[in-house]
């Protein structure tokens, strides 16, 4: 369901619950945000552990399945002053989409 903004919503499931929500123009910006927050976090990207991500599209019964990883690095040396100096980064790779049965 696309809001005014030109938005989707997909819900995070998570054993069964829908813990989360995230927005984006496409399920991979949202899987993207979705990633940013996994708790193990690695040092650097080939350290990251992947963890399967599954976000139900809002109004829909597809489900779009990604695997996710993160990891964190130093801020760039442009960034703005409400910046940390540490930032999680985050990458996915989709793998499929599987529709709700009722």
């Not at 991979?28 to 990251?48: H, P």
């Not at 990891?71 to 930032?87: S, V």
């Not at 999680?88 to 009722?102: L, R």
């Amino acid at each position: 369901m696309v809001r005014e903004d030109g938005k989707r919503n997909f819900a995070l499931r998570e054993s069964g619950d829908e813990t989360s929500v995230f927005s984006g123009n496409t399920p991979r910006q949202a899987a993207l945000k979705a990633a940013r927050r996994i708790e193990d976090v690695a040092d650097s990207e080939q350290d990251a552990d992947r963890k399967e991500l599954r976000l139900r599209e809002k109004g829909t019964d597809k489900v779009h399945i990604y695997e996710a990883w993160a990891w964190e690095e130093e801020a760039p040396g442009d960034k703005p002053d409400w910046m940390p100096g540490e930032i999680t980064k985050a990458n996915v790779s989709k793998e499929g989409i599987k529709h709700i049965e009722d």
